[in-house]
DNA sequence: ATACCTGCAAACTATTTGCACTTGA
DNA sequence: TCAAGTGCAAATAGTTTGCAGGTAT
């Protein structure tokens, strides 16, 4: 087990990811960090996301485009827009885990899964509505 | 529509990923292409990939790490190894399409969704057994 | 003929890392 | 004390793009 330390970086970011429940990038969470204590790196804000995933006190949402942070850790999945790349929660309940049935199919030792919907966002459509006059 | 011609470089590519049948990455696919033809450049190969997922005669699976791209494109899902990267069907039938469902829940026009399975090879299990020595 | 396409290299985005210095326990 | 953590800048990986010249139709 590795000795881990209560450092106001890594506090910081674990609040920034708890405020912010718009499903941020690493870069979102640099900017809120950052407005409250300048010196914070993006080395270091990405560091700690890491850290917090892999303790699972955060959830790591991977989309085409980079990951993006949820203080939601529990099992759900999410839609991206392809336009601007913003995420939301997708709202649909799991279907039965079905890493089992993968792994006797494949041979790989399963871990989990993760579904990302596609899709264009409300403020997109509006956009593409307003430009196609 | 745009008037699309039939380049030495375009089949090649389309050739590579057909007998390919590993789930090839750009730089596999390249690879491949630059056996046959030293002078096509890994941007051409990139612009052909995306083309050719654009019009649908290849299938693009996006996992952490980097797209790969597959022969095979009636919609079925994949899992990928996180400790070498490597791509297989999943091997699951899809449940029914629940993108409607979301498209209600989020307000996003839903256009699709992937599922992608993570786990450790079978390649890799071995490794990390006889590691554990 | 002329749009589409290509090669090449440079640019770009997201993320990681080496190193010397700081700091929490 | 001293290993874990940090800041900074440089490095890396994957992918896209501007431009000048090439080529399919």
Avoid at 6 to 14: F, G, K, M, S
Avoid at 109 to 124: D, I, L, Q, S, Y
């Amino acid at each position: 087990m590795v000795q881990r330390r209560n450092t106001r970086q890594r506090t910081l970011v674990a609040e920034a990811v708890s405020a912010l429940h718009t499903h941020p990038s690493a870069n979102d969470v640099y900017a809120y960090v950052h407005e409250r204590d300048p010196h914070v790196s993006l080395g270091t804000v990405y560091r700690n996301l890491n850290l917090l995933a892999e303790e699972g006190k955060i959830l790591e949402v991977h989309t085409p485009g980079g990951s993006h942070y949820d203080f939601r850790t529990d099992d759900h999945d999410h839609v991206v827009c392809t336009h601007c790349g913003s995420v939301a929660d997708a709202g649909v309940s799991r279907h039965r885990s079905i890493d089992d049935d993968v792994e006797v199919n494949t041979g790989y030792r399963v871990t989990g899964h993760f579904t990302v919907f596609e899709g264009v966002c409300p403020a997109c459509q509006a956009k593409q509505a307003a430009q196609a006059s």
